[in-house]
């Protein structure tokens, strides 16, 4: 099965720019989309197609797929962007073709 | 405006069963396949299962195969998941996600189900 590598966190002060990376063996051959999980919230679409935003998504957000990793930028943090970012692809070769990583938690400091 | 509202999580023994309903307001329900996702307790999201607009087609994650069954209401609009031979491992909050992009990503979510296997 395929498999999404994320660091379990990232930190940054506000007003900095966050990069969340996935990892994934020739994952730049592969659309990937992010999604955000804040607590008590449902989960939000936030890139697809690798650097697509849904409409609402801030410009702030922007995305990047080459090679064996695929990053979720988050420019100008604010405090509201602390929540937990899970990167996905779908692999027809995977046991579950929807395939998740472990899940980033960024934190504002 | 697209909302997902899920429904049906409880406490429930090992070996128990449970129904989970998604009820779906402003799309074209019957136009779209809907899919279960799930998180654990401290862990990341897990697929579960799925099924296409008119509800011949399925797909269950091999964790569930066998125990779990999908189907819908199109006339209520509604999404279900009969969950059977629960276990501990099944504890998680379970999501409704509207699938997008050709069925590879999930562009709308619900906020979720809690489900507790325990005796």
């Known amino acids: 099965s395929y498999v999404l590598t994320q660091p379990p966190s990232v930190s940054v002060a506000p007003g900095q720019t966050a990069r969340i990376p996935c990892g994934g063996n020739n994952i730049g051959s592969k659309s990937v989309h992010w999604y955000q999980l804040r607590p008590g919230q449902a989960p939000l679409l936030v890139l697809y197609d690798d650097s697509d935003r849904p409409s609402g998504i801030p410009e702030r957000l922007s995305g990047s797929n080459s090679g064996n990793t695929a990053t979720l930028t988050i420019s100008r943090v604010e405090a509201g962007d602390e929540a937990d970012y899970y990167c996905q692809v779908w692999d027809a070769s995977s046991d579950s073709p929807w395939v998740f990583g472990g899940g980033t938690k960024l934190t504002v400091l | 405006e697209v909302q997902l509202v899920e429904s049906g999580g409880a406490l429930v023994q090992p070996g128990g069963s449970l129904r989970l309903s998604c009820a779906a307001s402003g799309f074209a329900f019957s136009t779209f396949a809907m899919d279960w996702v799930r998180q654990a307790p401290g862990k990341g999201l897990e697929y579960v299962s799925g099924?296409?607009?008119?509800?011949?087609?399925?797909y269950y994650a091999d964790s569930v195969k066998g125990r779990f069954s999908i189907s819908r209401d199109n006339s209520k609009n509604t999404v279900y998941l009969q969950m059977g031979s629960l276990r501990a491992e099944d504890t998680a909050t379970y999501y409704c996600a509207r699938p997008s992009g050709g069925l590879q990503y999930f562009d709308y979510w619900g906020r979720g189900t809690l489900v507790t296997v325990s005796s």
């Open positions: 099924i296409t607009n008119n509800g011949v087609s399925t």
